[in-house]
């Protein structure tokens, strides 16, 4: 039978092939939208600052109601798996806290380039390639460590980059001056408030009008796809070679170190049952998500780095992915 070894087992080659069209399926989608969004500036068919404006939406319409609602359906209970978390958010921030400081030495740049360099590096594409690309592989035991791991993202991740951002924003100025413009920096971010507001309907058990829930609905769905368009929008006259060896240092921390450090805690340091263990590191090894362009976009710092690093990761992901589904045995 073709594809088969002498043993009568599938041979790599023919195992490999759904595989990598299941990376594919998932990636190429998204690759899509940004080459989409570049065209589209490329041939002047926007006006100028359309990036900046589609940004604002995402930031302060489209995301805001993603998260409140996706955290409002998550039982709070279910969403502090410590296991999970000491993996999967261990490895995250343990590789945020490194990237920084190797970061000021080997790629100097303010606070809030250095915080944008170090969430590059670990703030993974959870929600739109990492959900698919679990609920393909385990079915729906895939789901929970995806919608976790996205709560992580966008609460723990979120709230620490921002407050980073902020100190960045108001350096300069007295310890209490920067205490108060922090918290209020930090009060204000509609993404932030948003985490929070869903986690404490979930915790209530606030039952949500169904009107609402269809209007956060369609909106929170338009959040991925307009990022991605507003980073092929910005990408347009830039060049991802600018600042080339920071690019590639950042892709080879997500790509590579935070799935062998996530690998590490969740097979030996917590002794995850497989599944979990499994998805963990397939999360820590997604390409870097929308989310961190937004973020630089809304501060204006590390813009042109980060777009790079999602376009990078997203396309080396393929293989990377690949692989990593074949170390694991799924498929």
Known sequence: MPGKGLDGRLSPRAVSRPIMLAVVNVVLPVFAIMLAGYLRGHFSLLGQGSSQALNGYVYYVALPAMFFLSMSRVPVEQAFDLGFLGAYGGAALLLFAVSMVIARFAFPNRLGGLGLHAMSAIFANTGYMGIPLLLIAYGDAGRLPGVISSLFNGVVVMALVTAILELDLHAGAGPLQILRKLTLGILRSPLLMAAVAGLLASATGVVLPKAFVTFADLLGVTAGPCALFAIGLFMVGKSIRTDLGEVLWVTALKLLAQPLLTWWLAYEVFALEPTAAAAAVILAAL?????????????????????????????????????????????
């Open 287 to 331: 390409p870097t998500g929308a989310l961190s362009f937004v973020l630089a976009q809304r501060y204006q710092v590390y813009v042109q780095r980060s777009t790079a690093v999602i376009l990078v990761s997203t396309v080396l992901s393929v293989v990377t992915l690949t692989a990593l589904f074949l170390v694991i045995g799924v498929g």
